[in-house]
């Protein structure tokens, strides 16, 4: 029986928590990240893990490790990617900065969009071209492509991008560019729309690719210097990162995509709320999760995280939805909200009092932590109200402190000719309000009552407001985990070896193409045990679960219906299946033509045994809340019953809401 450690890199901290398979117990650790070079800090936390919880130096060895690391969404918020080149088909030059022609507000006259990853110059087309059904119309000229290759190899390019008209339906004009590539011995990563990102859809399959290519050297480059550090240090064991989707991959499978890695922390944290809320008996939880940055928020019902097939990154407005980075990737469903405990604190022009979506990040940091920051932000109001304890020893030798924290303040209290701790009062309840407005929102729009789940906090800073936003929603109970600020680290050790992939098929439902979706169901779970072999997976072992994403004719938006373990091929059950879904999704569904969209395919292992030793149930133990003049509210713990002591394991603590 090995070790299984989790390992979650963050901009602040490095989160250790080991499960040991013989003590049935967790061990847990935090130290400060080293930003220059993370493996620093996690070969450091690794042997302090191993020597405070008992463990010999040898107990590395065979220990089974998963990773996850903001790599490479901060590649992509910070534009420190690798010098990246596209190339496509003649006509699709500009499509990263036309993309769909819309305007994410419609009243900003001054709106700025993100700049694109790849300069223009460095975008290259090619006559070549095929149909929609992946037939050749103009065939590509092999001479074309090595030079245009060439080209960009000696203006200093990295790697490239290739995402050519239609190749979702046909691979073969971007496998023969990769063949050329190879042949040309030319030092380039090269990225093809037909691995990374197989649908319908030009610009989501162009975005998706680049970023692919922006971070893939930058990616690669850690993880082979991380897993040589481990070795060095003796690990022989299993070395695994999860995914954005929640499943974990060997570094092979993601050093092909490894834009999969964008959101593997929140992943992780969705997926330990799925964890404790099934060990709990909880139905429907909101994961509510708070970090420096931002919060991020996600829909568990029955222990099962959502799933979404895109994402956004590095927004230009972080609560403007179309103001990113579209990357079409399987993710858990996440909600991103530009608050944390290091937003900053300001006031607008008319006078009014602002939270984020600016953070002070991890450097400087919040004022409090005496790392050079000036400017107030949440964790200083937290701090100067008492909510957090001043000379609280954090991981590194970090100490809050409660002078800085008021000092800070003092120059917005002047702007708002207030005191220093009625402003303090304002920054949290805007804070707590902001995050309450958005999270309602979220829910409502996927149809969803806030008042019908429970509200599960964990980060560094979600069980600070999570009475307050409770509150505001309307949800009558908190729960607060044990591992709270460890929380993504231990989902790390709660997933299986899994992935998903999806593939373009494009038909009416009533007149159903049984051969084409046999095929690419085939191909689909082909490619699925091919890449889980590489994790150590056998055929046997691994679950299949397919879907269908599926819309009315004329919709410009797709709706996904699960299926089960086999592909389903009667229309009338497909139907039948479509209207389900897409009336618990829009509370109403039509009479008219529907069409099929694409073929998916979720395949995982076995999940990971977690027999956690049994720990002493609490609760339910209520809170009262005192006002403190601005409408928010102060936790302090009121009358608590004491149960028997449980056999089952509780991971978490109840609070009821009242008011």
């Not at 608050?339 to 006078?351: F, I």
């Amino acid at each position: 029986m090995t070790l299984r450690i989790g390992i979650d890199v963050g901009g602040t901290f490095t989160d250790f928590i080991a499960y040991d398979p013989d003590g049935h117990t967790l061990h847990e650790h935090k130290v400060l990240t080293t930003p220059h070079d993370p493996s620093r800090s996690i070969l450091a936390g690794l042997a302090q893990l191993l020597a405070e919880s008992g463990f010999a130096p040898a107990a590395l060895r065979d220990a089974t490790i998963v990773h996850g690391t903001t790599l490479a969404v901060n590649a992509l918020i910070e534009r420190r990617g690798a010098r990246t080149g596209l190339v496509t088909s003649q006509g699709a030059r500009d499509v990263l900065e036309t993309g769909k022609e819309n305007r994410y507000d419609p009243y900003d006259r001054q709106l700025r969009r993100p700049a694109p990853l790849v300069p223009r110059p460095w975008r290259r087309t090619l006559e070549e071209r095929l149909l929609a059904d992946g037939t050749t119309f103009t065939a590509l000229d092999r001479d074309e492509v090595a030079m245009v290759l060439r080209e960009l190899a000696a203006e200093g390019v990295e790697a490239v991008a290739v995402c050519l008209l239609h190749s979702y339906a046909s691979p073969q004009h971007e496998q023969a560019v990769r063949a050329v590539a190879e042949s040309l011995g030319l030092e380039l990563y090269l990225s093809l729309s037909s691995e990374v990102a197989p649908e319908i859809g030009e610009f989501g399959r162009a975005t998706t690719t680049a970023a692919n290519a922006y971070v893939q050297p930058i990616v690669e480059g850690y993880l082979r210097s991380l897993r040589g550090a481990l070795a060095d240090a003796g690990h022989r064991g299993d070395f695994f990162l999860m995914w954005s989707d929640g499943g974990l991959a060997s570094i092979e499978a993601t050093l092909r995509t490894p834009i999969r890695l964008l959101e593997s922390g929140p992943a992780a944290g969705a997926l330990a709320a799925g964890y404790d809320a099934a060990a709990a008996g909880l139905e429907r939880v909101v994961a509510f999760d708070m970090g420096g940055t931002t919060t991020k928020v996600c829909l568990v019902r029955q222990a099962v995280p959502g799933r979404s097939a895109e994402l956004e990154v590095g927004r230009i407005h972080r609560d403007k939805p179309g103001s990113g980075v579209t990357v079409r990737i399987p993710s858990i469903e996440l909600l991103e909200i530009g608050a944390g405990g290091g937003s900053l604190a300001n006031v607008d022009e008319m006078g009014f009092i602002t939270v984020g979506p600016q953070s002070a990040g991890a450097d400087p940091g919040p004022a409090c932590y005496g790392l050079g920051g000036s400017e107030p932000t949440v964790t200083d109001a937290n701090l100067a109200l008492g909510y957090l304890a001043a000379q609280t020893p954090l991981a590194g030798d970090l100490e809050l402190d409660d002078g800085l924290a008021r000092q800070a303040l003092e120059g917005l209290a002047g702007r708002l000719r207030l005191s220093v701790d009625e402003t303090a009062k304002r920054v949290r309840r805007l804070a707590n309000e902001k995050m309450a407005q958005a999270i309602r929102l979220h829910v409502t729009e996927l149809g969803e009552d806030p008042r019908d789940y429970q509200l599960l906090a964990f980060g560094g800073a979600a069980p600070l407001h999570a009475y307050d936003v409770a509150r505001a929603l309307g949800i009558e109970e908190v729960r607060l985990s044990r591992r709270a600020g460890v929380f993504a680290a231990f989902g790390f050790l709660t997933a299986p070896a899994g992935l998903t992939l999806v593939q373009t098929v494009i038909a009416p439902l009533r007149a159903l193409p049984r051969e084409r979706l046999a095929a690419s169901a085939a191909e689909l779970r082909s490619e699925a045990l091919t890449t889980l072999a590489s994790a150590g997976l056998t055929e046997a072992e691994v679950e299949l679960h397919y879907a269908l994403d599926m819309r009315y004719r004329g919709q410009g938006y797709d709706v996904t219906v699960p299926l089960g373990a086999t592909l389903e091929l009667d229309p009338d059950t497909l139907t039948t299946a479509f209207e389900t879904t897409y009336r618990r999704r829009y509370g109403v569904h039509h009479r008219g033509a529907i069409e099929i969209r694409a073929c998916r395919l979720s395949a995982h292992g076995p999940a990971p045994d977690l027999n956690v030793r049994p720990h002493r149930r609490r609760g339910p133990w209520r809170a009262r809340h005192e006002r403190d003049g601005s409408g928010s509210t102060k936790q302090t713990p009121g009358s608590t019953r004491r149960r028997s002591p449980s056999t089952s394991f509780s991971p978490v603590t109840s609070a009821t809401v009242q008011w």
